[in-house]
């Protein structure tokens, strides 16, 4: 330490990494799809996922919901 009351460190202090869900540098963007053009028209949707069905349905207030 210096008489003026610096410190001088041995290397710079580094920002703690914060968690990330995406971390990878190589990570490919989520494809998008408009709720419009999935339902085409029609207010309820059956999507078949392992041997079961989800139906995906659009209420009269503009929301959508899913369920098996």
Request: glycine share 6%; aromatic share 2%.
């Amino acid at each position: 330490m210096s008489t003026t009351g610096t410190l001088t460190l041995s290397r710079p202090i580094q920002p703690p990494m914060l968690a990330s869900v995406d971390a990878s540098p190589a990570a490919t963007p989520v494809r998008r799809i408009s709720s419009q053009r999935l339902l085409a028209g029609e207010r309820e949707l059956v999507i078949q996922h392992l041997g079961s069905e989800y139906h995906l349905r659009l209420t009269r207030n503009g929301k959508l919901i899913l369920t098996k």
